[in-house]
């Protein structure tokens, strides 16, 4: 016999198993691109990665958060006034300007 509580059944009938259902920006994502939006305001594709990736820290109540830069969750996330922005856009930035630094200094 199938255990109820280890699987259920998709929007085909077909039976999956709820250890591979589990939640992730990706998925959140998909389920929002399969809503009907008719008669509400459809957003971008960018405003639906940002919402799920919202979603996603909120109802996994991990320590991430989102990076106003590159928008993908990080633990490694700093306030500025540009608002929360990761290590690793804020390290980019730092190339960047090192690297413009250097050809205003050649010229």
Do not use: F
Not at 5 to 14: A, H, V
């Amino acid at each position: 016999m199938i255990n109820p509580k280890k699987t259920q059944r998709n929007e085909l009938g077909e039976m999956i198993s709820l250890e591979n259902n589990m939640l992730s920006r990706k998925r959140i994502l998909r389920e929002m691109e399969l809503m009907d939006w008719s008669g509400h305001v459809e957003l971008p594709i960018c405003d639906l990665e940002w919402l799920a990736s919202q979603l996603y820290v909120r109802l996994t109540e991990s320590k991430e958060e989102i990076c106003e830069a590159c928008g993908r969750p990080n633990p490694l996330v700093i306030t500025t006034v540009l608002g929360p922005i990761c290590a690793e856009c804020v390290e980019d930035m730092n190339d960047h300007i090192d690297q413009m630094r250097d050809a205003v200094e050649d010229s």
